[in-house]
């Protein structure tokens, strides 16, 4: 019988310790599909910062490399430059990458650092309680937002990829889903061409990709994937903003 569903390689025989219903352990899955399917598993080194993912180093069989909180983007850098050969890509949340690390994604960015960023969205701090993050949503309540997010008192969010794709060394950049089949596998499909793009040597590649919290959102699995649908994608449009017609 053939084989038509199985672990990728390049994913670790290791149970995620996410919780039930976040959506880590799909984007994991399809990057590990990337690498096997691009056969670069054995070239990659894939840069872990702080946050709900700050372990992943125990999942991917590529190699990795612990970051502080929100210096990933540095650190893939020097490590992209002392290993030009390599394939180096960052994997962040939005309050590692959109808060602490501002300055080093829009820095790597605006330099054209040839690394991929794989950018989680979940518009909350998820690992240190619920915080509210640079992403959270207008009317959002977080254990910092008790009232909702206010403009007036706390800012509106930032949209990640609209300001990174107005810097001239960023070459790809696209923002994708998670909530249904469908957009998992547009997913995997702008995860794929943001490797790609790193390895044809253009440039400074992104994909945001919106993912759910169901225990900091209060909200079952089921629940939290309509809260993707009806909230976050009315703010944070599906769809490339940069290099959709790339030849890679």
């Known amino acids: 019988m053939a084989t038509v569903f199985k672990k990728p390689h390049a994913l670790k025989d290791k149970p995620l310790h996410y919780c039930p219903g976040c959506t880590h352990g799909i984007i994991h899955r399809l990057i590990a599909e990337v690498l ?39 650190v893939a850098t020097g490590v992209k430059r002392v290993n030009p050969d390599n394939v180096v890509f960052t994997y962040q949340g939005d309050g590692d990458l959109a808060a ?4 080093e994604i829009v820095h790597a960015a605006t330099r054209g650092e040839k690394i991929t960023t794989i950018f989680v969205n979940n518009t909350i701090y998820g690992m240190t309680s619920g915080q509210m993050a640079p992403t959270t949503l207008l009317g959002q309540i977080t254990t910092t937002s008790p009232f909702g997010r206010k403009p007036e008192m706390h800012g509106y969010p930032i949209k990640v990829c609209e300001m990174l794709s107005s810097l001239e060394g960023a070459v790809y950049i696209e923002r994708v889903s998670t909530h249904d089949i469908k957009n998992i596998m547009n997913a995997k499909k702008a995860i794929k061409k ?3 793009v790193q390895m044809a040597n253009l440039g400074f590649s992104l994909v945001e990709v919106l993912s759910s919290c169901p225990t900091n959102w209060g909200l079952n699995p089921v629940e939290s994937l309509q809260r993707i649908k009806d909230e976050m994608v009315p703010f944070y449009p599906l769809g490339n903003f940069k290099g959709k017609d790339l030849e890679v």
């Open 36 to 74: 096997d399917e691009l056969g670069i598993e054995g070239k990659t080194i894939g840069i872990s910062p702080v946050g709900c993912a700050y372990n992943n180093y125990e999942y991917f069989n590529c190699d990795m490399v612990q970051a502080a909180h929100g210096r990933a983007p540095a």
């Open 100 to 103: 602490i690390g501002t300055a």
């Open 194 to 196: 943001a490797f790609q």
